[in-house]
């Protein structure tokens, strides 16, 4: 039974976003292709770079944080119009606005039927996978992220799925994706991790991932840099943005990314198809021509040290995978 899970990387609805939301409403985020090009997936999961609340403050914790993000409640809904089944939040955004707020965030997703994965009221529920059934096959997806350590759920204390990385990946998360493996029919890791801005992963997030494929992830999924990276069969390094009101890098261009869709059969991803989108203005749409040129050639690039060859088939760019 062949699966195939739609991916975008880092969500931010806040800001920017938010206020173009509000004066254009839930139509003016994401052009119509966007939904139609995910349309075809079993699953579609997204991370979530912000809060969704009105309430909450700015969290003082962390001395000199620069941004704090937060999407009104019409944002659940936003993402919910455009198929998304579950949200990541184990990111360095989750508690922009304090334990409140993300407490906010996971019930306005459940609302809009959207799950929650990587933080929550505790330390156990930010640690838990969740589990979706589609076409009788059980996927499993566990969260965590390596900064910041001040946002970690401790105890019975709100918090994300901090996991530090730098040395090694800590026993809670490896033995977590060896449990999920043996419930699941398959088994995916989504992980916030490495600098931004950065383009290509660092060693330590090169590490990580090999370990958690050890321990039985059928595929990592990688967010934090804002730009999109090479990838393996198993190890999608980094999406990249999906949407924002970000600066643009004018070398990196972190306004040029990637819609990604991975099929499995079985524990084996057997195709990665990754569809070139652009951010433009607070809104996503799929590239120009020339803008995906440019992201043709720098995936290219970015997979040369892989191994991993694409193919342009006009529309997407194309890694079938071999037995």
């Given at each position: 039974m062949a699966i195939t899970v739609a991916l975008a990387g880092d969500t931010m609805l806040g800001r920017g976003v938010a206020e173009h939301?509000?004066?254009?409403?839930?139509?003016?985020?994401?052009?119509?292709?966007i939904e139609h090009a995910v349309a075809e997936a079993d699953l579609f999961l997204v991370n979530l770079e912000c809060c969704?609340?009105?309430?909450?403050?700015?969290?003082?914790?962390?001395?000199?944080?620069?941004?704090?993000?937060?999407?009104?409640?019409?944002?659940?809904?936003?993402?919910?119009?455009?198929?998304?089944d579950g949200a990541c939040l184990a990111n360095d955004h989750a508690l922009d606005f304090g334990p409140e707020a993300l407490?906010?965030?996971?019930?306005?997703l459940t609302e809009a039927g959207i799950r929650a994965v990587g933080a929550g009221a505790d330390e156990?529920?930010?640690?838990?996978?969740?589990?979706?059934?589609?076409?009788?096959?059980?996927i499993g997806v566990m969260a965590a992220t390596d900064h910041p350590e001040q946002f970690a759920a401790r105890g019975h204390e709100p918090g994300v799925a901090f996991a530090d990385l730098k040395d090694a990946v800590p026993a809670w998360l490896t033995d977590g994706v060896r449990e999920l493996r043996e419930h699941t029919d398959l088994t995916l890791v989504t992980v916030h991790w490495g600098p931004n801005m950065v383009d290509?992963?660092?060693?330590?997030?090169?590490?990580?991932?090999?370990?958690?494929?050890?321990?039985?992830?059928?595929?990592?999924?990688?967010?934090?840099?804002?730009?999109?990276?090479?990838?393996?069969?198993?190890?999608?390094?980094?999406?990249?943005?999906f949407i924002d009101d970000y600066r643009v890098d004018p070398i990196l261009r972190n306004d040029l990314g990637l819609l990604w869709l991975v099929t499995f059969e079985g524990h084996r991803p057997v195709r990665t198809r990754a569809i070139p989108i652009a951010v433009d203005g607070c809104r996503t749409r799929l590239a120009d021509p020339f803008e995906y040129a440019r992201i043709r050639f720098r995936l290219d690039g970015a997979c040369a040290p892989f191994g991993t060859r694409i193919e342009d088939r006009g529309d997407f760019l194309d890694v079938t995978w071999p037995e």
């Open positions: 939301l509000s004066r254009h409403g839930t139509g003016a985020l994401f052009a119509p292709e969704i609340s009105e309430g909450g403050a700015p969290y003082t914790r962390i001395p000199g944080k620069p941004f704090f993000f937060r999407a009104p409640p019409l944002a659940a809904k936003v993402l919910a119009g455009l198929g998304v407490l906010d965030t996971r019930a306005a156990t529920q930010a640690r838990a996978a969740t589990v979706f059934e589609r076409r009788g096959l059980r290509r992963p660092v060693r330590h997030v090169r590490h990580a991932a090999a370990a958690l494929v050890d321990a039985g992830a059928d595929l990592v999924i990688g967010h934090c840099a804002h730009v999109f990276h090479g990838f393996t069969r198993r190890v999608l390094f980094d999406l990249g943005d």
